[in-house]
């Protein structure tokens, strides 16, 4: 099983700035679809932002406030959040398919994913 670890969540006020990290293993960086979703309890995850071979994706929700972007330098992931809402509260995993991916892909989309780390935006 391979292993992706998140790192960077925690608690920030509306309107402020934070940066998730995802290692991944090496072969997958440059090659696989990249993902960061979200999900809270009781609802169903949702696709926050992709990237693939430099193109990237994002949701309706964070377009213009998140940013994804890839180190394959350092194999490595990032989403940097900025002007956050208190709608952003969630656990956010990063994921990967060896396929092409984007925001409306659901958390069964992925092959493999990290355990998350917690975002708490409070108002």
């Known amino acids: 099983q391979e292993r992706l670890v998140e790192s960077g969540g925690g608690s920030v006020q509306a309107g402020g700035s934070l940066r998730l990290s995802c290692v991944v293993p090496g072969y997958m960086c440059g090659n696989y679809c990249l993902a960061w979703f979200r999900q809270v309890p009781g609802k169903i995850g949702e696709g926050v932002a992709t990237i693939y071979y430099g193109a990237t994706t994002y949701s309706d929700d964070v377009k213009g406030r998140f940013t994804v972007s890839r180190n394959c330098g350092k194999d490595t992931l990032y989403l940097d959040m900025v002007s956050v809402k208190p709608e952003d509260t969630a656990m956010y995993f990063c994921?990967?398919?060896?396929?092409?991916?984007?925001?409306?892909?659901?958390?069964?989309?992925?092959?493999?994913r990290g355990q998350g780390t917690q975002v708490t935006v409070s108002s």
């Open positions: 994921a990967t398919v060896n396929q092409q991916c984007n925001t409306d892909n659901g958390p069964g989309f992925y092959r493999y």
